[in-house]
């Protein structure tokens, strides 16, 4: 079936450091690919999202490219700050019956230290 | 604007004992849809539903029911707990059923089932 593989954590950093979190998907369509975070004690939030193959989704200096020919999406930054530390989930969304099937990686989680 | 409320935040059950999570969502969304957050396994779909009055079984659905009786509100039942159904839950909500559609996620309730 499906699925969504992200690189192992914990991932530290120091501020402003450079970061690159690996994302890559299996899918026998054309699932849309998201990055989503979780920060302590809250639910996950979307970062960004991409719907088709060359598309780059962008928010807060996150970006991340649709690439279909290496099944990848990763995640990067360049330059991170204390407040990003947190749970980074990569998704990818099909269709399945009555609606669409969101499919998530295990979660990447990141310490940025001062 | 609330967004995703879950009721409640944590709870401690006993082996055997049933209780009722709370979902209610204030953004007029279809569908709705309630997680599990296991350590290192990302999040698993235990139910959802497609609209008011329906439900589907996820990835994970034994043990767990569900209702939703009213569009805005998707109840997780427990009949009988067991310590395996000790977790974070995370309910969300959709606006549609298309594949670009974002996830919104409520802040967890945590379950401590001993």
């Known amino acids: 079936g499906n699925s969504v593989t992200q690189m192992e954590g914990p991932v530290t950093l120091s501020e402003e450091a450079f970061l690159t979190i690996n994302c890559t998907y299996t899918?026998?369509?054309?699932?849309?690919l998201f990055w989503y975070v979780q920060y302590p004690g809250e639910g996950l939030q979307l970062l960004l999202k991409?719907?088709?193959?060359?598309d780059k989704g962008s928010n807060k200096g996150f970006e991340a490219t649709y690439r279909k020919e290496t099944t990848s999406f990763h995640l990067e930054k360049g330059s991170v700050q204390v407040s990003d530390s947190a749970v980074y989930f990569c998704?990818?969304?099909?269709?399945?019956?009555?609606?669409?099937?969101?499919?998530f990686g295990a979660g990447t989680r990141l310490f940025v230290k001062a | 604007n609330a967004g995703v409320t879950q009721t409640p935040k944590f709870r401690v059950l006993k082996t055997g004992q049933s209780m009722t999570l709370l979902c209610a969502q204030d953004?007029?969304?279809?569908?709705m849809y309630w997680y599990r957050q296991d350590p290192g396994m990302g999040l698993r779909l235990i139910h959802y539903?497609?609209?008011?009055?329906?439900?589907a079984k996820g990835e994970v659905p034994d043990g767990y029911n569900v209702s939703r009786l009213k569009k805005q509100n998707f109840l997780l039942g427990l009949e009988s707990a067991a310590p395996s159904q000790t977790s974070v839950y995370f309910c969300?909500?959709?606006?549609?059923?298309?594949?670009?559609?974002?996830?919104?996620f409520g802040n967890g309730t945590r379950l401590t089932v001993t």
């Open positions: 969300a909500s959709s606006s549609d059923g298309t594949t670009y559609s974002p996830l919104h």
């Open positions: 899918a026998t369509g054309y699932p849309s």
């Open positions: 991409a719907t088709k193959a060359d």
């Open positions: 998704a990818l969304s099909e269709p399945n019956t009555g609606g669409f099937k969101t499919i």
């Open positions: 953004m007029n969304h279809e569908y």
């Open positions: 539903s497609v609209g008011e009055g329906t439900t």
